[in-house]
């Protein structure tokens, strides 16, 4: 019986990637299933090594092949940021609308041409054989104000600017499609597809 666990507790994300993955598996499982691994602490310097600390993790705890996503948002005009403490941008325990906040504010002032960023999605691996990541990136821009109420995290204010919506503005099945974390699936899906024919 082929297993795989999520190293995530954020159900938006454990069902983002479970509805992808779950015809190559016979049972799709998350950090809920495991209360017993806890918080796993992101302290690596990079997002590769983020996301493979959660893999790792799980999969030493469980034995049992585990992926783990990391996404960072990055501003140019602000060299970066939120970058790794995307997800606790306005400190530890910072709501989503905490984070929009203080980015807003941050970029307040700031011309349209000036305010480019993107999502970056790393999706590691780790089955103590075929360890391996994949990426995926998706260009766009910081809105001035909240557009659409789909989606989570930054969704609301991140404009793609190839398909000209907020990803909050997006049906839910595009989304899942063009996403920085849906193309880093996809890629996920190709590579499990290779190992596995």
Not at 85 to 103: C, H, I, P, Q, V
């Amino acid at each position: 019986m082929k297993k795989i666990v999520i190293a995530s507790s954020n159900k938006y994300k454990v069902s983002e990637i479970s509805i992808k993955i779950q015809k190559f598996y016979d049972e799709v499982l998350s950090l809920k299933d495991f209360p017993e691994i806890g918080e796993i602490i992101e302290n690596g310097k990079t997002i590769e090594e983020n996301s493979f600390i959660k893999s790792r993790t799980a999969f030493h705890h469980t034995n049992i092949a585990s992926i783990a996503d990391d996404t960072i948002l990055e501003v140019d005009k602000l060299n970066g940021e939120p970058g790794l403490f995307t997800a606790r941008y306005a400190g530890e325990n910072a709501s989503y609308e905490d984070n929009m906040a203080k980015l807003l504010q941050k970029l307040d002032g700031i011309d349209d041409d000036l305010r480019t960023a993107r999502f970056r999605t790393i999706i590691s691996f780790v089955d103590g054989i075929n360890d391996f990541y994949v990426e995926g990136v998706i260009e766009g821009k910081i809105l001035k104000s909240k557009v659409g109420n789909n989606g989570f995290g930054y969704d609301p204010i991140f404009y793609s600017t190839e398909f000209d919506l907020s990803l909050a503005e997006m049906d839910s099945d595009v989304k899942n499609q063009v996403s920085h974390r849906g193309i880093a699936i996809q890629k996920f899906i190709k590579k499990i597809s290779e190992l596995n024919p």
